[in-house]
T-cell receptor, first 114, second 113 residues
Framework: AQSVTQPDIHITVSEGASLELRCNYS??????LFWYVQSPGQGLQLLLK??????LVQGIKGFEAEFKRSQSSFNLRKPSVHWSDAAEYFC????????????FGRGTSLIVHP | KAGVTQTPRYLIKTRGQQVTLSCSPI?????VSWYQQTPGQGLQFLFE???????NKGNFPGRFSGRQFSNSRSEMNVSTLELGDSALYLC????????????FGPGTRLLVL
């Protein structure tokens, strides 16, 4: 069965600092990988996704993620954080082939200090 | 293009009652998925409907059911509510392919007393 681990429950950064949110997955082959963001009281918004090809994926809002097969990781990065980036971030994995049923990590809460 | 809408946004029920939640997908989308989000269990997949047929189902008891209408609107029903059913219920729509992006609605927050 597939699973996702987000080791950091909370991360605090200063505005303008760089950000890296960690995500490790467990799956027998290369899965589909996703990062979502959820602002308070809102649904989820897809930041980026990886299916195959280039392991560095660019997303919206200046985010990027890198798939590292050897480490079973798909970490999310942003070079300079804005106060509006404060939110809950979810990594998700889905099995390729057939219908996609995602498994989500428990989320990382990002706090941004001015 | 209008986004995914969910009604109602907030709901309070008592144990033993049943509840129906509604989701209107983005125009043209044929797939609707439902998720439950709780502090204890996180985000969990409930089921997915595509062209009025349940295509995938998560690991939830039979008290949770859903359906999809010919206009792709979907409803989910929870019967015999339990306190643990208190959650944010999210709906997402997509065009239906496995590589297609899912667009989420704002959710319905259900409180069971």
């Amino acid at each position: 069965a597939q699973s996702v681990t987000q080791p950091d429950i909370h991360i605090t950064v200063s505005e303008g600092a760089s950000l890296e949110l960690r995500c490790n997955y467990s799956y027998g082959a290369t899965p589909y990988l996703f990062w979502y963001v959820q602002s308070p009281g809102q649904g989820l918004q897809l930041l980026l996704k990886y299916f195959s090809g280039d392991t560095l994926v660019q997303g919206i809002k200046g985010f990027e993620a890198e798939f590292k097969r050897s480490q079973s990781s798909f970490n999310l990065r942003k070079p300079s954080v804005h106060w509006s980036d404060a939110a809950e971030y979810f990594c998700a994995v889905g099995a390729p082939g057939g219908s996609y049923i995602p498994t989500f990590g428990r989320g990382t809460s990002l706090i941004v200090h001015p | 293009k209008a986004g995914v809408t969910q009604t109602p946004r907030y709901l309070i029920k008592t144990r033993g009652q049943q509840v129906t939640l509604s989701c209107s997908p983005i125009s043209g989308h044929r797939s609707v998925s439902w998720y439950q989000q709780t502090p204890g269990q996180g985000l969990q997949f409930l089921f997915e409907y595509f062209s009025e047929t349940q295509r995938n189902k998560g690991n939830f008891p039979g008290r949770f059911s859903g359906r999809q209408f010919s206009n792709s609107r979907s409803e989910m029903n929870v019967s015999t509510l339990e306190l643990g059913d208190s959650a944010l219920y999210l709906c997402a729509s997509s065009s239906g392919g496995p590589l297609e992006t899912q667009y989420f609605g704002p959710g319905t927050r259900l409180l069971v007393l």
